[in-house]
Nanobody, 123 residues
């Protein structure tokens, strides 16, 4: 069992930065891949970024490549999403999710989800 709690969201101006955190509980957290998804109002949840259990591989959705960076600290059971050069279209609720298999990370077929944290980017 893994429980995930996101934090770090808030209101920021366009061009600004935020760092989201995903805190995990569970003794085998470092076995899991972790991804970030986001869901804008009235839209479907979409994939943002994923990281392997070791942190050796990361992937990003095209619109955030070069602006967002995912990382993890297994000792602290934390996963981060550093967001830079934020745009109004990045406004969404951001969720972290975890599962054991890499598979196709962009598919929202995850065993564990956090409750989400709101990110609002003003123009």
């Amino acid at each position: 069992q893994v429980q995930l709690v996101e934090s770090g969201g808030g209101l920021v101006q366009a061009g600004g930065s935020l760092r989201l955190s995903c805190a995990a509980s569970g003794s085998t957290f470092d076995d899991y891949i972790v991804s970030w998804f986001r869901q804008a109002a009235g839209k479907e949840r979409e994939f943002a970024a994923a990281i392997t259990w070791s942190g050796s591989r990361t992937i990003y959705e095209d619109s955030i490549k070069g602006r967002f960076f995912i990382s993890r600290d297994n000792a602290q059971k934390m996963v981060y999403l550093q967001m830079t050069s934020l745009k109004p279209e990045d406004t969404a609720v951001y969720y972290c999710a975890a599962r054991l298999k890499w598979g196709t990370p962009s598919k929202p077929e995850y065993d564990y989800w956090g409750q989400g944290t709101q990110v609002t980017v003003s123009s």
